[in-house]
């Protein structure tokens, strides 16, 4: 099963080493990370999708929290939360199928940010589902290229995954 | 008070009450050296790094104190990274300090630059880059803090030249807050209620205490503990000396080379109590065997270790010393005369046993030196069958007198470790034991330890083999003996001499008495050499993918 755990770090030199390293040494696989600053700039949050069986989760979290630069690790897969991600994508279009693009990009409400002779370069963002779902979409017409950001996350309502209260074991 | 970064490291150090370092010097710790002559700190010049980080390592294990070592950039980083992934595997409290090139040439490939935070990320519990003079003292501070607190471990400080040299103004916190650092303690009320209930309603209950009880100087609760609950105890390696052995709850140490009764009475016990042990491979063996009956309490202060190779029926994250005084507390006498004189039946019809020959028999001349030794007296070894028969022969009765690697069997850490704990008591005895090919490693800590005056007695048992991998390959390789023959050894009684240490080199069984009575009396170093035979094995051995109840036996 696929977890997403939101994970609150300190911004220092080298921590995403020590998260990517402790994820590849113990052999877990990371579906997707992305690392930002958060609200307060000696923070950062790290959101790790990660594949494993309850048993391997539960070593990834206590792993995690192993490390003296990490400050919280919450596992927000069975929680109520928004998750997006971005997607830029450069696609062949020409005369002939540019107008067909251009529905499908109007249809998933993404946006057109760039355009050569030959392409289009198109930004769009959502859930997983959605994102796939365009990238999908455009397949057809010659993917020339193709980013994305992974996921990031966040609780839904007023609820916060802030370093207010320690780490908690168990 | 401006001093520079380097003078105010080793006040940090003054501070942090650290009276020994063991280091080696080098170019990019000219300043830090030059504080360091200025202080009070005994500097212990050990003569190649890995020396430098398991005398550390032993000084840690037999005071209790947090051991310090320092190397230079680059190559003396990298000597110390085998002994650094040593400390890390089994929970010593070590700080380790390296020269780094200076910060403006960080990352150009300089010359002796290695990104040695890099590479010790894996194998410390914490490591640091310092980068501004300034952060000097709460780096210092942190370092200890987190070597020595929750499950102990090494932490590195990695200090570039001109951050040593620029000046700061030196003001030493006096509280550290680490916020993605708050070792849990106190173990969860509710789960020890639990545990107890399990205990008071279990018929053949057994301890497992490991290294953790050792760190968390809880021998005496687990003494008073097990005795008030009347619980047999087994160890495992790292747990030796937790645990008294003339007691007649003692079972020796359990796994790949244990008691057939300790294996015996873990495979048929119906409540299992794991204390500071993290269930490692050599200790359980086939995971389906072992404990099948058991439910199991797993107490450990680092909450990762619970679940991780073994499931835990109830888990109890907290200080080992805090948790067995708080059941000490709820449990009333218990008695377990049936289950107790079960393991007799076991202890008489498995016990631990060689047969004679013409040989000098290791195991026989270890007990002989038990009997000779006093509880105070610290035994070293290094790794291989030697350490393997002394884990079984000698009697240990103190924490803290055993020093081996365990969770990394690293060969090349006896005489250090060794060095590292007569360094840290002066006036204790204490005794290496090692094999010709493991002492081949680090001998040259011989001046080390001359140099110091200790007076270190050495027992090298020659067998002229790298004993223990040819036991493994006559068992998982039909006796294809390869790369295991040592055709050439040394004189090592010569070598001693060399070094103006005394030895003598005995093969014949009545040798045997006499030649440890007069290494004891010696007054200075002295190493003796016993022969010994080249097919002696390790026994009894659990194969392979078998589960810890059963076992090749004799
Ligand atoms: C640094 C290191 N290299 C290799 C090994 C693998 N190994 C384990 S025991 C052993 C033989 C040790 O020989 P010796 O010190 O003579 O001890 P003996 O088994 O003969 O008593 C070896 C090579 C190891 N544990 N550590
Ligand atoms: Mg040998």
Redesign the pocket.
């Known amino acids: 099963m696929r977890h997403t755990l939101s994970v609150l770090v300190e911004n220092n030199p080298g921590v995403l080493a020590r998260v990517a390293g402790l994820f590849s040494r113990r052999g877990y696989n990371i579906d997707s990370l992305a690392v930002g600053r958060t609200e307060n700039p000696d923070i950062s949050r790290m959101t790790i999708v990660v594949e494993g069986d309850d048993r391997v989760l539960e070593q990834v979290v206590k792993q995690l929290r192993k490390l003296v630069d990490v400050i919280k690790v919450q596992d927000i897969t069975s929680e109520q939360y928004v998750s997006r991600e971005l997607l830029l994508l450069k696609v062949h279009a020409d005369s002939n199928t540019r107008g067909e693009i251009m529905q499908i990009v109007e249809i998933f409400r993404a946006r057109i940010v760039d355009i050569g002779p030959k392409t289009l370069t198109i930004e769009a963002t959502g859930d997983e589902d959605k994102i796939e779902a365009i990238e999908n979409a455009l397949r057809p017409f010659g993917i020339k290229e193709l980013v994305r950001t992974g996921k990031i996350a966040l609780l839904r309502g007023s609820r916060t995954s802030n370093i207010n209260g320690v780490k908690e074991e168990e | 008070m401006e001093i520079t970064g380097a003078q105010a490291l080793v006040k940090a150090l003054e501070i942090e009450g650290v009276t020994t370092i063991f280091g080696y010097p080098g170019g990019a710790v000219v300043p830090l050296y030059d504080a360091l002559s200025r202080s009070k700190i005994q500097h212990v010049l050990v003569r190649h790094e890995p020396g430098a980080i398991h005398a550390a390592n032993g000084y840690a294990r037999a005071s209790g104190k947090v051991g310090v070592c320092v190397a230079t950039s680059g190559p003396g980083a990298t000597n110390l990274v ?1 002994g650094i992934a040593a400390a890390y595997m089994d929970s010593v409290p070590v700080v380790v300090i390296t020269g780094q090139v200076p910060t403006t040439m960080v990352g150009t490939d300089a010359f002796q630059e290695v990104d040695i935070t890099g590479i010790t990320m894996p194998i410390t519990k914490h490591n640091f880059l310092v980068k501004n003079p300034a952060d000097i003292p709460m780096v210092v501070k942190k370092a200890f803090y987190i070597a020595s607190t929750g499950r102990p471990g090494p932490v590195l400080i990695d200090l570039p030249k001109d951050v040593a040299a620029r000046t700061i103004d030196f003001k030493y916190p006096e509280k550290v807050e680490i916020r993605g650092y708050k070792p849990n303690l106190k173990g969860h009320p509710q789960k020890i209620a639990e545990a107890v209930k399990l205990i008071r309603e279990a018929q053949r209950p057994v301890i497992i205490a490991g290294g953790g009880v050792i760190a968390a100087n809880a021998s005496q609760e687990l003494y008073e503990f097990a005795v008030k609950a009347e619980i047999p105890v087994t160890n495992t390696l790292m747990g030796l000396t937790s645990f008294p052995q003339d007691s007649p709850l003692f079972l020796g140490m359990l796994g790949l080379h244990g008691t057939r009764y300790a294996n015996l009475a873990v495979t048929e016990c119906d409540v299992l109590i794991g204390l500071g042990v993290r269930f490692a491979d050599r200790v359980t063996g086939e995971l389906s065997g072992f404990a099948p009956k058991a439910k199991i309490i797993h107490i450990d202060v680092d909450p990762a270790e619970i679940g991780k190779n073994v499931r835990a029926d109830v888990p109890i994250v907290g200080d080992v010393k805090n948790v067995l005084q708080e059941m000490l507390k709820q449990i009333e006498p218990q008695k377990h005369a049936e289950w107790l004189s079960q393991i007799n039946t076991w202890k008489q019809e498995f016990p631990l046993k060689y047969e004679k020959d013409d040989f000098i028999k290791p195991q026989e001349t270890i007990k002989l030196l038990g009997e000779k030794t006093t509880a105070d007296t610290i035994i070293a070894t ?6 393997m028969w002394t884990a079984q022969f000698y009697p240990f009765k103190k924490p803290r007198t055993f020093l081996t690697s365990g969770g990394l ?4 850490y006896g005489l250090p470790a060794a060095i590292g704990a007569a360094v840290a008591f002066r006036d204790k005895q204490v005794i290496l034991i ?6 081949q ?1 680090n001998m040259g800590e011989l001046a080390t330890a001359r140099e110091q005056n200790l007076s270190l007695k050495i027992i090298l ?1 020659v ?1 002229k ?5 040819k036991q493994l390959q006559e068992y998982y390789a039909n006796k294809n003996y390869f790369g295991v023959d ?1 055709g050439f050894v040394p004189d090592f009684v010569a070598l001693a001499h060399a070094y103006g240490i005394p030895g003598r080199k005995i093969t014949r069984p009545e040798e045997v008495d006499g030649a440890l009575n007069e290494m004891l009396a010696h007054k200075g170093m002295y190493l003796l050499e016993v022969e010994i035979s080249p097919e002696e094995k390790v026994l009894p051995m659990v194969l392979s993918g078998a589960p810890i109840g059963e076992a090749v036996d004799w």
């Open positions: 085998t290094d790794v291989g069958q030697h350490q069997g690293c060969m090349g090692t094999g010709d090919g493991s002492f490693m048992f067998n083999k790298l004993g223990m991998v040592l």
